[in-house]
Antibody
Framework: EVQLVESGGGLVQPGGSLRLSCADS????????MNWVRQAPGKGLEWVANIKQDGSEKYYVDSVKGRFTISRDNAKNSLYLQMNSLRAEDTAVYYC????????WGQGTMVTVSS | AIRMTQSPSSFSASTGDRVTITCRASQSVGSFLTWYQQKPGTAPKLLIY???TLQSGVPSRFSGSGSGTDFTLTISRLQSEDFAAYYC?????????FGQGTRLDIK
């Protein structure tokens, strides 16, 4: 069974940085676009960013452009989200999700931005 | 950005009911639309993609229809495990956007 496992969340002060990771147990990781999606407490889902199979294309929601960077290491079956200049409004559970139809999701990792 | 609007935002129903949730896009998204189910404290689960294709393993009581700007998710006979939040999402253009969600509660 394909599993995605996120890690790297935690409590960070405004202006700080965090790096999230998403590990894929499936050897076909390199065949898929990969996404990050977040959900603020009690709110709906918000797509954050995605990356093409070979890393050559990356897209971001406007609110994180210039602050967040998505990347991947296909040799390690891993997806990353480098988050800089964090704001209170970035507080959310962050999920990684597979493919153009988001058919597999991780369990999520909580990011809390607070002083 | 394409705005996705779901209706209703929440409602109550009973086991065995037929339920329809609608999703309207602010501009055409073709058939690039998915539906997800989310239960409290868990990750979303893909139900329907390409507007009407049932994801493998999803019960056949779930169905999707529509194209362009108007879409529906129908649950033919509600089961107890179906009480959850439902989200539509367009993946026609960037930024990918979700509807605000529909919370389905037990009456």
């Amino acid at each position: 069974e394909v599993q995605l496992v996120e890690s790297g969340g935690g409590l960070v002060q405004p202006g700080g940085s965090l790096r999230l990771s998403c590990a894929d147990s499936e050897f076909t990781f390199s065949s898929y676009w990969m996404n990050w999606v977040r959900q603020a407490p009690g709110k709906g889902l918000e797509w954050v960013a995605n990356i093409k199979q070979d890393g050559s294309e990356k897209y971001y929601v406007d609110s994180v452009k210039g602050r967040f960077t998505i990347s991947r290491d296909n040799a390690k079956n891993s997806l990353y989200l480098q988050m800089n200049s964090l704001r209170a409004e970035d507080t959310a559970v962050y999920y990684c999700a597979r493919g153009s139809t988001f058919d597999i999701w991780g369990q999520g990792t909580m990011v809390t931005v607070s002083s | 950005a394409i705005r996705m609007t779901q209706s209703p935002s929440s409602f109550s129903a009973s086991t065995g009911d037929r339920v329809t949730i609608t999703c309207r896009a602010s501009q055409s998204v073709g058939s690039f639309l998915t539906w997800y189910q989310q239960k409290p404290g868990t990750a979303p689960k893909l139900l329907i993609y390409a507007a009407s294709t049932l994801q493998s393993g999803v019960p056949s009581r779930f169905s999707g229809s529509g194209s362009g700007t108007d879409f529906t998710l129908t649950i033919s006979r509600l089961q107890s495990e179906d009480f959850a939040a439902y989200y539509c999402q367009q993946y026609y253009s960037y930024p990918i956007t979700f509807g605000q969600g529909t919370r389905l509660d037990i009456k």
